[in-house]
Structure formats: C-alpha cells, structure tokens
C-alpha cells in the first residue's frame, strides 16, 4: 500500500451535533478556505495538520519543502482580518465559520505572522503579473495569517457527494479492488481523446486508473463542475472497463501554478494511494506563463516525493498512422496531424457542434450539449 | 510576524566516512543534490514504517466495514 506523504494519513476530524461556542472567538472563512480545512482533516493534505506557521512558509516559498524537509509547494495559508480577532494570540483557540455550513472548525493558533505577498506571488507562481489568476488572489488576502492545526467539527454540504471519496476510503477502494500500483490523472476539463488516449496509455502498465477532478473555483470560461462529470460518465460508461477506472472528485481551487502545483497535484493523489501520476502539457498552466514542460522537469528536484510521475508529451491524431500518436512514435509530418485543441473543441461545443469522432466521442460530447450553458460564466 | 527570525531546526550527525563515500556513489544522478538530503530521506522513510508498524491498523474492523458498505452503496464496490 502507498504510504501517506510524511508517512502517516493526517485525521483531524472530530465531527460533533453541537459544540459550546459561548464567548468563543468565530472567524469567517471562504469557501477555498473551507475546502482547505476538510481536505487537511481528511489526510488529503498530509501531512499538513493544519494552516502553515511562518517558518514552514518561509521553507516552502524558497525551497518548496516544509520545514521538516518534507516537499510541499504551495502554500496552504489561513489570512483572517486582524481586527475579528479580537485580541486573539498564539496559543488560544478560535472557531471557523463559513456562510454555506455555519461552524466549521477550531483551531489552535500556534502562529500570527504576515509575508509580503508581491514577494510570495512571485515565489510560488514564478511572476508578479497580476493578470495571474494566482498572482491576483493572493494580492487580494488580507494582511494576516494565522498558522496552527485546525479540528474539523462539521462536514461541509457536497454539490457532488456521491463522487465524493476522502484518502482513507479510496485506499479501502483500491485494496478491495486488488489494484497494487495506481495511475491518477488529474483534470479539470471534460475528456478528448487525447486524454483518454493518455490514460489508457497509462493504464497499460499499472493495475487502476484513478479519474480524479477537480471541482472548485476555475476561471471564467472553464467547463462547469456538472459538465466534467457527466462526460466522464459517458466516456466511462461506454469505453472503460469497469473493474480498472474509477472516477472521484477532489475538491480544491486551481491554483495556475504550473510547476509548483504539479508536485501538489500530485502529493494530493500520493495521499489517496495513488503510485503513479500523470503530467501532461503544460500541467496546471496559464496563458503563457510557464514553460510547456516546466511541470515535467520539477519533479527532477524531487527525488523523495514518493509518487512516480508519467510524462506525457502532446498527443495528436496521424492521418498516415489513422490512431492516436504522439512526437516521439510517429514519423510523419505536421500535415497529417490533427491537434486535438481544447480551443477549438470548446468553440464547436459553444456552438452546438458536436466535433469529430477522432477528437471526441460522440457520447461525450452530447452529454456536454446536454447543457444549456456548459461554461462558467 | 514579517522579518521574523526563519530558525531551522537543523542539527549535525557524524557517520562513517567510507559510509558516507558509499552514499555518495549512490545518489549519483539521482537527483539527491547531497549526503544530507538522502540520508534524511532514509531516515524518515525507515522511521515512518516503523510507526506504521507500530500504530498497527489505523482503521478498526468497524470502521472498514462502514467505508464499505458506503463505497457498496454508491457502486464503487459490487
């Protein structure tokens, strides 16, 4: 069985009917956030035990690891108004709240700190440019973090609960389905034949395939969380064969860190019991911002990650070869090649096309079209 | 808070030289960039299956019951 990154599956879940919060200090927490802390209590996130302490940030901003020497590369950081804590310090506990499920967690505040967050934005996503969907959120925390474990007393409400699996169930999972070495494939983009192409690649040497997406804040123009699913559903319905793909969803932000956040992609499927980890193009990648293969090359400075990446360059469809084949197998010219571009798929989608059977299935892309609207406005 | 004092807890471990010369072959294009980083990694790894062992089984037969049965239910398991 895969080990836990850190060695141990992180539970800080002490899930209660009702807690005395009488004069307690409450934190409103948002959304991401709140998804932060369920993914710590279930192990998602081992080993964090809760939000970063300024000594593991610092570790992570320079040298992508914790303080311990653990690799971890994007910061998982609680900013909270000063002013609602009330005169709250290190050592005492505090509540967290959010608008959608009311008490959340308490936490420990072990740690009360600040960062500069040009210098942060420009460590962790490479650039200061706040057209970074990244660079522009972390512009807009507030001014102070708060490090410390943190309890988890109440589950949040699931828009998708039943593709909902935490780390300790999927492991159960894989162990009953008798699958030792396990490929995950992360996505946030309904499936081309590119991607199953990769996946069944994939397959092929390993015993199971985990389809995990991420459901979460995207961008404005991305495939809505219902969309992905549902084709995921088709294609796996009619091209999958049941006993060796299973398909759950993560849920968390993107980040668009590129690199950095192919390594975290890739903890969090360490976490689930996954042995293998797919990286393709330009992984977690936005605009140009990043290098196509940068997400490939990181993981050479992470010899102890314990998770084994499989590279994966573009793929595309040859006319002469007539299957799906990629630079380093085919021998034919850029003219027998059809892309298989997210863009354009996406362009005849809007338009209520369904595209060529050799980009994507025809049941995948009705599914979509199901959808008055498959796009995040 | 900002500018705060970055104290790493770092501490020096002495181990035989030709040990260490052993060790240095090894991680030769590995990616392991010095002594420290490997041996720090094979520590941890020994130390945490060693507290695997120990702790025993994290999850009571109870407990694994419940997933499954829930992993039953929304058909993940026949």
Known sequence: ?377 | MEGKKDEKKFTTISIPTPLADKIKKRIEGTGFHSLSSYVTYVLRELLASMEEEEAGEALTKEDEEKIKERLRALGYLD
């Not at chain 1, 490090?147 to 169930?169: H, M, N, V």
């Not at chain 1, 969309?227 to 993107?254: D, F, G, N, Q």
């Not at chain 1, 976490?271 to 196509?292: K, L, M, Q, S, W």
């Open chain 1, 1 to 377: 069985m895969q080990e836990p990154h850190g060695g141990r599956l992180i539970d800080r879940c002490r899930i209660v009917d009702d807690v005395d919060t009488k004069d307690a200090i409450m934190l409103q927490v948002n959304k991401d956030r709140a998804e932060d802390i369920e993914n710590i209590a279930h192990g998602i996130f081992s080993p964090l035990e809760g939000f970063l302490c300024y000594n593991d940030l610092e570790n992570v901003m320079e040298d992508m690891r914790l303080e311990s020497d653990t690799p971890w590369t994007i910061p998982i950081i609680l900013d909270v108004d000063k002013q609602s804590l009330q005169g709250a310090k290190e050592g005492d506990k505090v509540f967290l709240k959010n608008d959608e499920n009311g008490l959340i967690a308490e936490m420990e505040i072990e740690d009360i700190y600040s960062v500069d967050k040009k210098r942060l934005a420009e460590s962790i996503y490479g650039t200061k440019d706040n057209s970074h969907p990244g660079v522009s959120m972390t512009y807009g925390i507030r001014d102070t973090l708060l490090g410390g474990k943190i309890t988890l007393l109440k589950e949040g409400k699931k828009q998708f609960e039943s593709y909902s699996l935490r780390p300790k169930e999927t492991r159960i999972l894989f162990k009953e389905k008798g699958w030792k070495k396990i490929v995950a494939f992360q996505t946030r983009n309904p499936p081309h034949v590119g991607h199953e192409y990769v996946q069944k690649a994939a397959l092929t040497f390993v015993d199971g395939l985990f389809i995990n997406p991420l459901i979460g804040r995207k961008k404005k123009g991305d495939f809505k969380d219902e969309v992905i699913l549902k084709a995921y559903e088709a294609l796996m319905k009619y091209y999958y064969p049941k006993e060796r793909a299973v398909l759950a969803i993560l849920c968390t932000s993107m980040k668009y860190a590129g690199p950095r956040e192919a390594i975290h992609h890739a903890i969090m499927r360490k976490n689930f019991g996954c042995t293998h980890f797919i990286v393709g193009r330009d992984h977690a990648g936005v605009g140009n911002f990043y290098e196509p293969y940068a997400a490939h090359d990181i993981f050479d400075e992470f010899p102890d990650l314990g998770i084994t990446p499989l590279f994966f360059r573009s793929f595309f469809y040859c006319k002469k070869c007539g299957s799906v084949v990629n630079e380093k197998i085919c021998p034919h010219g850029k003219e027998e090649h059809v892309n298989f571009s997210g863009t354009k798929i996406r362009e005849m989608l809007k338009e209520g096309k369904i595209p060529p059977s050799d980009m994507m299935r025809p049941e995948v892309a009705e599914a979509i079209l199901s959808f008055d609207n498959p796009f995040i406005e």
